[in-house]
Structure formats: structure tokens, C-alpha cells
């Protein structure tokens, strides 16, 4: 199958930027997801980007894609300890709507 | 938002006996997934449960070992078979579907843990 692939932890200060970056293979994706995991929940949609798109901004989230690199990255500004959450990039793969998960990063945001 | 749930939250079952997992949508979607999240990993597709049809399995995985029905297009049961301690894992159900937005999206249901001693 498809991979793709996370960094596996990150960690910054509170009021800091966060930046979690992700690379995948499959060129034919048309949705790049980013989701949110917090300890013992479900998935959390955080946003998507459209594959014909280099940015999104929605709030506190900015997610960049650099579709010839096959790079996607998700900024968090104004990093809270709430953020801390493993966050996972997930492409939607060959089918168009099944989605294939990187293996998260898990972000610890330190006061 | 749409809002789906699965019942059970958590189970802790015996080797060799099998699990049904239940999720229920609270409005139709056009499709429905089963996806494993083993411990400390990411998440795996398991399959497609399609409405009316047998569902579409990714490889390695089985329709003897997970059975899996979608009788209508708001409900949807996954069971595992013939539990081993390797099925330990969270499972969860997604739905692509139409949100309160207007926007199609995929979310996905709070997971299913179980334990198999």
C-alpha cells in the first residue's frame, strides 16, 4: 500500500508554534486529512486541504501543501497544553474515500 | 456535526470467543469503514461495509475472522472471530458522509477497546 510518513514526537513550549510534518506517495490523493487524537478519545477532524490547494488557514491551524514534494504540514500557533495530542496525517489513497493514516506524532506542549 | 457511537465502549473477552461491535450514524451516509488500531500504532483499514452487499476487505484481512454486515445506511456491526490475544486492539467505525456544514467529510466513531485475555 500507500505510505505515509510522521515524525514521531514533537515538543514545544506553550505560546510557541508547533509544526508537524508529513510526507506521502500516493499522487493521486484528493483530500489531505489531519486529525487529532487526545488520550483514551476517538479521532478529531481537525481540517482537510483539497489536493489542488497549496494552503489552508482555519483559526490557530495553517496547513501547507507542497504537492510535487508530496509534503503536507499542519502549524499550530499559539501552542496550548490542550494541543497535546497525538495528531495524524491521512491521505484519501486509491479508493477516494477510504484513508490511509500515518502513524501520528505525538505533540507534548510544555509550560 | 453528525455523531456517531459504538457500543461497546470496551470489552475484555476470552480467547476463542468472538466480539460484535456495534455503530449507528445519526444520519444516512453514503459509506461506511471499519478501521484496528493496535496498541500504540496507527490506524489500519479493515474494510468497506457496503449497504446491502458483502463488504470490500483490505488485504489481510478476512470475512471468516471479521464479519461484517451494514443493513441499512445509518447502522453498521463489525465482529471478530475466534479471539486471540493479537486482536487487542482499538476499533473504530467512520462514515463519509454529508455534515451539518454542508461539507462531505469522514469522521469517525469513539473506538471500540477490546482485551482479549
Known amino acids: 500500500g500507500e505510505d505515509v510518513e510522521q515524525s514521531l514526537f514533537l515538543s514545544v513550549r506553550e505560546g510557541d508554534s508547533s509544526v508537524i510534518n508529513c510526507t506521502y506517495t500516493d499522487s493521486s490523493s484528493t483530500y489531505l486529512y489531519w486529525y487529532k487524537q487526545e488520550p483514551g478519545a476517538g479521532l478529531q477532524l481537525l481540517t482537510y486541504i483539497f489536493s489542488n490547494m497549496d494552503m489552508k488557514q482555519d483559526q490557530r491551524l495553517t496547513v501547507l501543501l507542497n504537492k510535487k514534494d508530496k509534503h503536507l504540514s499542519l502549524r499550530i500557533a499559539d501552542t496550548q497544553t490542550g494541543d497535546s495530542a497525538i495528531y495524524f496525517c491521512?491521505?484519501?489513497?486509491?479508493?477516494?474515500?477510504?484513508?490511509?493514516f500515518g502513524k501520528g506524532t505525538s505533540l507534548l506542549v510544555t509550560p | 456535526s453528525a455523531v456517531i457511537s459504538q457500543k461497546p465502549s470496551r470489552d475484555i473477552c476470552q480467547r476463542g470467543t468472538s466480539l460484535t461491535i456495534q455503530c449507528q450514524v445519526d444520519?444516512?451516509?453514503?459509506?461506511m469503514f471499519w478501521y484496528r488500531q493496535q496498541p500504540g500504532q496507527s490506524l489500519t483499514l479493515i474494510a468497506t461495509a457496503n449497504q446491502g452487499s458483502e463488504a470490500t476487505y483490505e488485504s489481510g484481512f478476512v470475512i471468516d475472522k471479521f464479519p461484517i454486515s451494514r443493513p441499512n445506511l445509518t447502522f453498521s456491526t463489525l465482529t471478530v472471530s475466534n479471539l486471540s490475544p493479537e486482536d487487542s486492539s482499538i476499533y473504530l467505525c467512520s462514515a463519509y458522509g454529508r455534515q451539518t456544514s454542508g461539507k462531505y467529510e469522514q469522521y469517525f466513531g469513539p473506538g471500540t477497546r477490546l482485551t482479549v485475555t
Open positions: 491521512a491521505e484519501t489513497g486509491n479508493s477516494g474515500y477510504a484513508l490511509n
Open positions: 444520519s444516512q451516509v453514503t459509506m
